[in-house]
Every structure is written in structure tokens, then in C-alpha cells.
């Protein structure tokens, strides 16, 4: 295959793979977070700013995917 | 026929480019657009500093009471996580900064115009927009000097917190593989252990710096390149629920650089000895509770 084709099958499939992993790991923080506010309705104040933080971390590394999709 | 779609090709076809592109030049200096964005956020707050900082009195009044309620509002969620008030206190104004200059500069690239108006520009043979007003978070360099900026802090508060030995030997513990010489060799080899883990630190320090700046411009820089796919696509109404998601990304990235500064803070100004005290605490208090009472 020619170097463009290659490059754009190499952006694709960074993205692609890259944001499957953080996709779940924001999908587990969400859950045990509807775990822990389901237990305990009171505490989802409490519960909402570490989620906020724990699925921007999550986050971060599909950014970092998308980065090298971007820089490719 | 000829004629219009040489028309098109002069039309630019990309949304953004991942560089800044730089606008004039001061000597030898480029200054890029997102740059002109910073230096406008920079002026709002030293507009903004002036109001609050002129007759003041015991009892606030007018916009004064907004500053003092954001003041009260930033320590009570910074006394969260650093469990310490005085620390809270001393941290504030570095973590604040660095909160509220990221949320205005995210917020100022949602200006109609930032982004859109400029000019054409010849760039590498294709004309591209060159556009005149940037989000400032679209340009690595804002992140990156942040980011490195905090890193230095970081460094200089934890050495003045807890003095450079102790604060060395968090990196490189020889002195660990000293003091568990005399306890036998199977603290020897936890403490050897301990010592790689260590130098690993060391390289956990400038992933630090890296995820920072990476995480904050990845986002605003995509939030660009997806406003101009939507707006691109529909001009009307399509764009509205992504605006409200950038307004959203905007406060969020600002929340967790801040609150990762301020951890990032706190675990630097802690000593080994806090964590040791707190646990000898924890196992004091439980063994009173399980003594019968005479």
C-alpha cells in the first residue's frame, strides 16, 4: 500500500483503537458511581465531583490518542 | 465554468491548524493568535483586580460580595482535599489562578468570531484561515508553560515544606536503605525496592507535566475542530447542544487542571512522617475502642 494510504489507515485506527479502552473505563466510573449514589442517595453531591475526576483521567488518555490521529 | 472551480480551490479546507499560527512578529518574537487571546484574558483579570481591590471595607458590599462568596466557595472545596486549612489558605492563590485564567481563556474561544474571522494565507502551498482570535487552550505552548509552571511549584513548595533532604530522598531514598540495614534483610530489600520506586517517581513527575498540558489542549483543540464540523454542516440550531457541551468542557478542564495542581500540592508538602503519624493515630484510636472499659 502507498505511504498516504498507510498514514491514513495509521490515524484511523489509533482514534479507533485508543478510545476504546477510556470509553469502558468511563462506562465502569459512571457505573460504580450509580452503584454508590443508588446505596445512598444523600451522598451524590458528594460523589459527583471525584466522578467528574476520575472520567476527565479516563479521558485524558483517549485525548492522547487522538493527539497522534491529530499529528499523523 | 473554468473559472468557478478555480474559485473553490482558493476557498480554505481545513478547520484548524494544530500549530498556532502566528499573526506579526515583535523583533524575532512570533505572536501567534491564541497568544492575543491570553493577553486578552490576562487584561480581564487585571481589569477585574482593580475593581476588587478598590474601597474596600469590613462589611462587603455590591461586587464585592461575588468575590468574597468565590473566595469562600474555592478555599471550602480546596479545604477537601488538602484537609488542612492553613494549607487550603496558601495554595489558594496559585490554584486559583490557574483555575480561573484556564475557564475564561476556554470560554473566550466560544465568542462568536474566535476561530472564524481573518484572513486567507498561503500556508505550505494551500490557502488556509488564518484566524485572527484562537482559544488560547488550542495552543500547546499556554498548556505546556502552565503545566511546567506548576511542576516547578510544585517542586519549590514540597523542598520548602519539608526540606531538601527529606524531600530528595522521596526520589532518590538511599537514606531508607540506611535506616532498614539495622532491621534485617528483608527491610533491606523492601527498602531497595522502595529506592527504584523512587527514581520511577521521578519519571511519573514529567508524565505529570505531559498529561496536564496534553489533557487541557487535546480537549479545547477538538472542541475546536468539532465546533467547525458542526457549524460547518447545519448553521443553525445544530451547533446549540455543542456549544452547551463546550461550555461544559470548559469548566470541567479547568476543574481537574486546578485539582490536580492542588493534589499534586499536597502530596508534595507532605512528609513521610504526617503519613506514619496518621496511621499510629488510626491503630491508637481503634485499640481504644476494643479495650473493655474498667
Redesign the interface.
Known sequence: MSPEAMTLLAKALAIAIGGFGPAIGIGLIGFSAMNGIGRNPEAAGKIFVPM??GM??A??IA??A??IA??L | MAKRTENLKALPMSFAALAAEPLFHIGNFPVTNSMINAWIATGFFVVIAFIASRRKSIVPRGIHNIFEAVVEAGVGEMEKVTNNKKKALAFFPFVATIFFFILVSNWMGLIPGTGTIGFNQLIHGEMELVPLFRPAGADLNFTLAIAVLSLVVVQAVGIKATGITNYVSKFVNIRGIFRAIPKGPMAVVVAVIEFFVGLIEIISEAAKVLSLSLRLFGNVFAGEILMGVMLSLVSVFLPIPFIFLEILVGVIQATVFAMLVLVFLTVATESHGEHEEEHKEKEGGSEKHLEPSH
Do not use: D, G
Request: proline letters at 0%; hydrophobic letters at 75%; charged letters at 10%.
Open positions: 467528574l475526576l476527565a483521567f479521558e485524558a485525548i492522547y487522538l493527539i491529530f499529528t
